[in-house]
């Protein structure tokens, strides 16, 4: 049994542990550091949290052969998972956090006296507020995040899912909720817990499906957040100092993130949180003109010759190079073009690949130096400069329809300015619309050349030909 000044003590070491983590994340040179930091936070958090229980019974048993067959499948996961699955994954993980909590919020209003809350039906006020709370943002996360990986996996429509009145039928649930933890306050009724549990699964859909495809990285994102406001909630129900300082770094850091992609992709916040509001339907621009106009096509023959005789060439990666795994063969065309004295750079789009940080990782694992890798705002006045623009997967976010046409979903996203290059070789399978659902007008453009092949495959043939 390990005593409540030393437990406080090793709580407090891992949430100093955490926050090196997210200060560690936030740069790709320190990012290997951060989740190193972030492990050993988490392994002192649970280590400790078992330890104090000091009950070594067949509970105890029990508990560490759960822990076992979880890591083993979490590891088996992380091992499995392609980069390209990874939106997907954190969305599945965000749904489990989510329905943990409210697990842990069931256990402590059927058996308050285990938790020290008081009795039944004579639970602490404020543990009642913090368990309900706890529950339905837990709920929400729950539902919410599989809606996302649905729509991420292409199980489900990545279109808006509206119906008349949705916004209000969301307010009107909104309302019911906080009602019923009022009630639930004074009276301590079972059927009103219960209620907020349902109401709250069925709100976490209903907040989700209006979000179209184009939006999902702030989705993500935003559910992230969630899940560390529902891991908070339960923690001042235990008295969990871990839980709070852990579910409070991650709400936090969670909803500053939504904030900044939503700038990024000029996007309100509170609109993306409420529920997609002005929403449009993708499908109006979907397929509009693709038809009727001409398209340039070439080979890696074509596109060698235009960038071994340009003086500056911009590389704008996105998910396309996640899936054909295109990142190695584009360090080798990179340093190929370096040796003929080619100036090269890499162009980042906030969102780029469906996830926040998506291309520098992939980048990162080609050995890519992070001073070539330019975010948006550092780099979009170059185009105008630049001899070559490489696309490379990467669609919605160089769609210059997002500067014109008020009817697109992506209108006012901010978008990088690659149609402003002397010649952009675009590359990519077919002329088949990005994640939003909409043509990309960048396809049609006098100085377009597209490539059509498998971004992996171009790009060799293209290393063989320089």
Known sequence: MISANLLAVFYLISGVLFILALRGLSSPETSRQGNLFGIIGMAIAIGVTIVSAGNFSTGFLYLLILLLVGGSIGAFIAFKIPMTAMPELVAGFHSLVGLAAVFVAISAFLNPEVFNLGSIGNIKIASLIEMSLGASIG??????????????????????????GQHYLNLLLGLSVAALIFYLCKIQSGSFFWLIIAISFLLGILLIIPIGGADMPVVISMLNSYSGWAAAGIGFTLENTALIITGALVGSSGAILSYIMCKGMNRSFFSVIL??????????????????????????????????????VIIVPGYGMAVAQA????????????????????????????????????????????????????????????????????????????????????????????????????????????????????????????????????????????
């Open 327 to 466: 990142q190695h063969a584009l360090k080798e065309m990179v340093d190929a073009l370096k040796k003929n004295g080619v100036k090269v750079s890499y162009a980042i789009h906030p969102v780029a690949g469906r996830m926040p940080g998506h291309m520098n990782v992939l980048l990162a694992e080609a050995n890519v130096p992070y001073d070539e890798v330019f975010e948006l705002e550092e780099i979009n006045n170059d185009f105008a400069n630049c001899d070559v623009a490489y696309v490379i997967g990467a669609n919605d976010v160089t769609n210059p329809i997002a500067k014109t046409d008020p009817q697109s979903p992506i209108y006012g996203m901010p978008i990088l300015d690659v149609e402003k290059s002397k010649s952009v070789l675009f590359v990519k399978r077919s002329l088949s619309p990005g994640y939003a659902g909409i043509d990309n007008d960048l396809f049609y453009r006098d100085n377009t050349l597209m490539l059509f092949a498998d971004a992996k495959k171009m790009t060799e043939e293209i290393s063989k030909s320089l």
């Open 139 to 164: 709920a929400i996360t729950f539902t919410g995040s599989i809606i996302a990986f649905l729509k991420l996996r292409g199980i489900m429509s990545g279109n808006p899912i509206t119906f008349p």
């Open 275 to 312: 529920g997609g509001f002005g929403g449009t339907d993708q499908s109006l621009t979907s397929t509009k003109g693709k038809e009727q106009k001409p398209v340039k096509s070439g080979n890696a023959d074509d596109a060698a010759f235009l960038m071994k005789n340009a003086s500056s």
